[in-house]
């Protein structure tokens, strides 16, 4: 935000224009219960230059994660990105728009957003994706209205895996429109429980949420899951990690009806958890039922090629009564950046990040089997897995932070089955041998007593 300096002329000439005598007219119509009472303290006015100084200093007391070693996951990855998205985003042509309400003129932003529709539906193998939504937790949500609404029922299975901070968005969209969410517990290895899985499988049952890979980090039999859920007449939502779909089957093939999933791993920063990029694809015959809007390609009059706004449900269209969902496109940036990511990386150079973040990770997960450190669900992972430490969890984290390493996840709060020693350690292409040594010494006891 840019520093604006107003002097007290500038505020009489602008109180003059808006027509009252005072700044405090202007908030008149705020109810007083909700306004200050004297002077806020903030301290005395500062220049430029002062407030640059403070903030820089109160800034340099933070720990910036991209300054860390990180094994963080569970959705947000600290993953290389390359200079040409930064490039390409502060182009003021992309940068300073924000919808394209006029398709006429908003031809640019529009194949943006196609080419990024393109490769979400190339990456997951399914028909179509929309225009991108806020997140993976709001996406996911989404899809469960979307089946509700198709199976005309109300009633959809999750895994008891799932991440708690994702369980609780769909519990709060779930109240508003009286869906019952039923949970499915996991197995030894960490998987979903498909015995249990089947007998829950009723008429009743709208979709099954699967998440592959899972929270855990453990590969799910997909074929398995998709079988018992169509059997029993209900849609499968899966839940994808983007970066595995260059090793790991995509749900178009094991025949998922809705895919969604979190972008944030395609060239967009960890900033703090946010802005994140949510996807959502799903078959043709439900397109209709989609959140937010497509984007088209299409022919003018001479033969052309253009590209238009198609199956907009939003609510602030034309046919608002007619409405899937009130939930707005996210920022083109966020999915802009992903598209040029994809594009800089091409098919080799994505599928080489999945590769060195699986292979580094069974790296990881190696050493600490040679440590000696406990690993409660196998080999059976895709980039991140489950560690117990000695001393719990919350001891082993703040000890590595003092190192420089922000450890993983520690899981005994959402998932008290796992005990308070168990710790979601994610590895990414970023990390080197240095990295891996450091936190298998950490988790071993090494490095500094438990």
Request: net charge negative; aromatic share 6%.
């Given at each position: 935000m840019?520093?604006?300096?107003?002097t007290?002329?500038?505020?009489?000439?602008?109180?003059?224009?808006?027509g009252?005598?005072?700044?405090?007219?202007l908030?008149e119509?705020?109810?007083?219960?909700?306004?200050?009472?004297?002077v806020?303290?903030?301290?005395?006015?500062?220049?430029?230059?002062?407030?640059?100084?403070?903030?820089?200093?109160?800034?340099?007391?933070?720990?910036?994660?991209?300054?860390?070693?990180?094994?963080?996951?569970?959705?947000?990855?600290?993953?290389?990105?390359?200079?040409?998205?930064?490039?390409?985003?502060?182009?003021?042509e992309?940068y300073?728009?924000?919808?394209?309400?006029q398709?006429?003129?908003?031809?640019?932003?529009?194949?943006?957003?196609f080419?990024y529709?393109?490769?979400?539906?190339?990456?997951?193998?399914?028909?179509?994706a929309?225009?991108?939504m806020?997140?993976?937790?709001?996406?996911l949500?989404?899809?469960?209205?979307?089946?509700?609404?198709?199976?005309?029922?109300?009633?959809?299975?999750?895994?008891?895996?799932?991440s708690?901070?994702?369980?609780?968005v769909?519990?709060s969209?779930?109240?508003?429109k009286?869906?019952?969410?039923d949970?499915?517990?996991?197995?030894?290895?960490?998987t979903?429980d498909?015995?249990?899985?089947?007998e829950?499988?009723?008429?009743?049952?709208?979709?099954?949420i699967?998440?592959?890979?899972?929270?855990?980090g453990?590969?799910?039999?997909?074929?398995?899951?998709?079988g018992?859920?169509?059997?029993a007449?209900?849609?499968?939502i899966?839940l994808?990690?983007?970066?595995?779909?260059a090793?790991?089957?995509?749900?178009g093939?094991?025949?998922?009806?809705?895919?969604v999933?979190?972008?944030?791993?395609?060239?967009?920063?960890?900033?703090?958890?946010?802005?994140?990029?949510?996807?959502?694809?799903?078959?043709?015959?439900?397109?209709?039922?989609?959140?937010g809007?497509?984007?088209?390609?299409?022919?003018?009059?001479?033969?052309?090629?253009?590209?238009?706004?198609?199956?907009q449900?939003?609510?602030?269209?034309?046919?608002?009564?007619?409405?899937?969902?009130?939930?707005?496109?996210?920022?083109g940036?966020?999915?802009?950046?992903?598209?040029?990511?994809?594009?800089?990386?091409?098919?080799?150079?994505?599928r080489?990040?999945a590769?060195?973040?699986?292979s580094?990770?069974?790296?990881?997960y190696?050493?600490?089997?040679?440590?000696?450190v406990?690993?409660?669900f196998?080999?059976?992972f895709f980039?991140?897995?489950?560690?117990?430490?000695?001393?719990?969890?919350?001891?082993f984290?703040?000890?590595?932070?003092?190192?420089?390493?922000?450890?993983?996840?520690?899981?005994?709060?959402?998932?008290?089955?796992?005990?308070?020693d168990?710790?979601l350690?994610?590895v990414?292409?970023?990390?080197?041998?240095?990295?891996?040594?450091?936190?298998?010494?950490?988790?071993?006891?090494?490095?500094?007593?438990?």
């Amino acid at each position: 935000m840019s520093y604006v300096q107003n002097t007290d002329s500038d505020r009489r000439e602008m109180l003059k224009e808006t027509g009252v005598s005072s700044f405090e007219e202007l908030l008149e119509p705020i109810d007083s219960r909700l306004r200050v009472d004297g002077v806020l303290d903030i301290g005395p006015a500062m220049s430029e230059a002062e407030v640059a100084s403070r903030l820089g200093a109160l800034a340099s007391a933070n720990n910036a994660a991209s300054e860390m070693i990180s094994f963080l996951g569970g959705g947000i990855y600290d993953r290389f990105i390359p200079a040409t998205v930064r490039y390409v985003l502060s182009r003021s042509e992309f940068y300073t728009s924000y919808t394209p309400y006029q398709a006429e003129v908003s031809q640019g932003t529009l194949q943006a957003i196609f080419e990024y529709q393109t490769m979400i539906a190339r990456l997951t193998a399914m028909d179509a994706a929309n225009a991108s939504m806020y997140d993976a937790s709001t996406a996911l949500a989404e899809a469960m209205l979307m089946a509700s609404v198709i199976k005309r029922t109300r009633r959809v299975v999750i895994p008891a895996s799932l991440s708690r901070r994702v369980r609780a968005v769909l519990d709060s969209y779930a109240a508003g429109k009286d869906i019952v969410i039923d949970e499915v517990p996991f197995v030894e290895d960490g998987t979903i429980d498909a015995g249990a899985l089947a007998e829950m499988l009723s008429e009743k049952t709208a979709a099954v949420i699967l998440a592959q890979p899972n929270y855990f980090g453990m590969i799910e039999d997909t074929r398995k899951v998709s079988g018992l859920v169509h059997e029993a007449g209900a849609l499968l939502i899966v839940l994808a990690d983007p970066v595995s779909l260059a090793l790991i089957e995509p749900p178009g093939e094991y025949d998922a009806d809705i895919v969604v999933g979190e972008g944030q791993s395609l060239g967009i920063a960890q900033s703090f958890g946010g802005p994140l990029l949510g996807f959502l694809a799903a078959k043709t015959p439900y397109l209709r039922k989609c959140p937010g809007r497509l984007i088209s390609a299409t022919e003018d009059i001479d033969g052309k090629r253009g590209y238009t706004m198609t199956l907009q449900t939003r609510e602030q269209h034309i046919r608002r009564e007619k409405a899937t969902s009130n939930i707005c496109t996210n920022e083109g940036l966020v999915a802009l950046a992903a598209s040029v990511y994809l594009a800089t990386l091409g098919e080799d150079g994505f599928r080489e990040v999945a590769l060195q973040s699986a292979s580094k990770a069974k790296t990881l997960y190696g050493m600490l089997e040679e440590a000696g450190v406990s690993l409660p669900f196998g080999r059976n992972f895709f980039q991140e897995f489950v560690i117990t430490v000695p001393g719990g969890a919350d001891a082993f984290i703040a000890r590595a932070r003092e190192r420089g390493v922000l450890a993983g996840i520690p899981l005994g709060k959402d998932f008290p089955s796992l005990g308070d020693d168990a710790v979601l350690v994610a590895v990414t292409e970023k990390r080197t041998r240095k990295d891996l040594e450091l936190l298998c010494d950490l988790a071993a006891g090494k490095g500094g007593a438990v």
